[in-house]
């Protein structure tokens, strides 16, 4: 066994048995629905930002980012500029009325007050729909999207275990999942947001430390700018197009409209991810919301810039062009670093595949219990009783998806632009709305969702015109709910009453 090697084992070693530790420590903290799926609803704003970005961002931002600048420029990096504008507009807009709304709604089948530990459960109760038609068309939804996302977080462990040790992918994912799964199976969402502040800590450490190696290997940005001209011109271009076939760059056609759009049109998907909702849903409250933003929001866009200047720093770095574009980040930490560091780098890309893919076994293990469990099965079960099921809906969940992972031959990126889209279009526009239009009702809201998943699942078969789906799913599910909601029945005195009292909550901000 080489030094590298045995480096990134005992790095490795040391950084899963931190992860189970969490588990272990918050396991006792867990008793409850509410503790599982929202951690009884108090994070602080650090814990929150920090827990949300590393939910957020994945495997994509170490592997996917870098990538995509590596083979095509600075021509892909409109989808970071619209992430970031996405991601901000989320904490702002929707953040603290989720807040307030998913815990002050009266809930629909027993007409108290309603404590919604899922999207699917806080649609119920903010429309008073009782036949359970948005909860099992949201609970379907959340399912089938998130098995393509936590999918795509396998792939990119794959990506890391080959290029590390040389495993065959069926390793790499059995072993990662298995890991992810221990640690989320027994703390919940305590154990995701608190082992999530430290994977977005080293994320974005890990990205600084290859930038600074990099630049002074290549003696500083003059050294990445003429490395990177020498290859050609139009990779410094916004709008010019670069691709990268038998070993060289070549610039293709000026970016079109429909591309900067498609790029841009990444942000809104914030407004409907539900792993990233749940940290608003969980931090202590709306008054915490304020610091929360700033602290996620400005780590959000310089770990997006960092990642885009690594890709650069790639195209200049190595002579030759990598065999698999999506590797320029593992490839740089590898040649760059001792083998020690590297171990420790190297673990920050598992962290940020892990990071994303618990929060996501989490919430789609809520879709199964609190969505399914709870109201199909056990309507009148204590309410301790579905915390052994979700657990056990993790595991469901995790080899799901783990065999998706292994027989799909798409990129980390394209199983993330799928699963971003239909989440982005499904829930997007009908969370919006309900958080801010008082005369909308749940015929509107089944509308968006349904209208909104369906083009989101079937454009990409269909794209006549090299658009991202989540442009003609989220105007879909828009004009779906516009045209149908007049269908639906009138808001009535209690709903009325729950939009103006969580209009007052926010804004006197406590």
């Known amino acids: 066994m080489t030094d590298s090697v045995l480096a990134s084992v005992l790095t490795f070693a040391a950084y899963f048995a931190v992860m189970v530790g969490i588990g272990l420590w918050m396991y006792r903290r867990t008793s409850s629905p509410s503790d599982f799926f929202l ?9 929150s930002g920090l827990s949300a970005n590393a939910s957020d961002f994945s495997g994509w931002l170490l592997l996917g980012l870098p990538g995509a600048i590596y083979l095509s420029g600075l021509g892909e990096a409109w989808i970071a500029v619209g992430l970031a504008v996405g991601f901000y507009a989320s904490w702002r807009v929707v953040a603290p009325r989720l807040r307030v709304y998913t815990e002050r709604a009266t809930d629909a089948r027993s007409g108290g007050e309603s404590d919604s530990l899922t999207l699917s459960s806080f649609l119920e109760n903010r429309f008073g729909e009782r036949r359970g038609l948005l909860r099992g068309v949201s609970a379907l ?10 999918a795509s977080g396998l792939v990119a462990m794959a990506v890391l275990f080959d290029q590390v040790f040389d495993l065959p992918g069926a390793v790499a994912v059995v072993l990662g999942a298995s890991i992810i799964v221990l640690y989320t199976f027994l703390g919940g969402f305590l154990a995701v947001s608190f082992t ?12 600084l430390a290859v930038l600074v190696a990099a630049l002074v290997a290549l003696g500083g940005f003059g050294g990445v700018v003429d490395g990177v001209t020498a290859r050609g011109d139009a990779l410094f271009s916004a709008f010019g197009g670069v691709s990268l076939s038998d070993g060289a760059w070549r610039p293709t056609d000026t970016l079109g409209v429909l591309v900067i759009i498609s790029g841009l049109a990444w942000g809104i998907g914030y407004f409907g991810q539900p792993h990233i909702l749940a940290r608003f849903m969980g931090i202590r409250s709306v008054a915490h919301i304020a610091r929360a933003r700033v602290v996620s929001v400005a780590w959000a866009v310089t770990a997006m810039a960092l990642a885009v200047l690594v890709g650069f720093v790639g195209i200049a770095y190595f002579d030759e062009p990598l065999g698999n574009p999506e590797s320029v980040f593992l490839s740089l930490i590898q040649t760059l670093m001792n083998p020690w560091v590297a171990g420790f780098l190297l673990s920050a890309v598992l962290a940020a595949v892990m990071s994303t893919a618990d929060s996501q076994l989490l919430v789609a293990a809520a879709a199964l219990t609190e969505d399914g469990y709870r109201v199909l099965v056990r309507r009148g079960a204590s309410p301790t009783a579905p915390v052994w099921p979700s657990r056990f809906a993790v595991v469901g969940v995790a080899v799901a998806a783990g065999a998706l992972a292994l ?17 982005g279009a499904a829930f997007g526009p009908v969370i919006v709305l309900a958080l801010y239009w008082r005369r909308m009702n749940w015929v509107g809201a089944l509308a968006g969702m349904v209208a909104g998943g369906a083009v989101a699942l079937v454009w990409p078969s269909v794209d006549p015109v090299g658009l991202y789906a989540m442009v003609p799913a989220v105007l879909a599910s828009v004009v779906a709910i516009l045209a149908l909601n007049p269908l639906g029945p009138k808001t009535t005195e209690q709903l009325a009453a729950d939009f103006r009292r969580v209009e007052e909550e926010v804004a006197s901000g406590t």
């Open 141 to 150: 939804l959340i399912l089938v999207f998130y098995l393509f996302y936590v």
């Open 196 to 207: 999530d502040v430290i994977q977005a800590v080293m994320m974005w450490l890990a990205l």
């Open 407 to 423: 027989t799909s031959e798409e990129s980390v990126l394209e199983l993330v632009g799928y699963a971003w889209a239909g989440f």
């Open 39 to 47: 951690g009884g609803r108090r994070l602080n704003s650090w814990v």
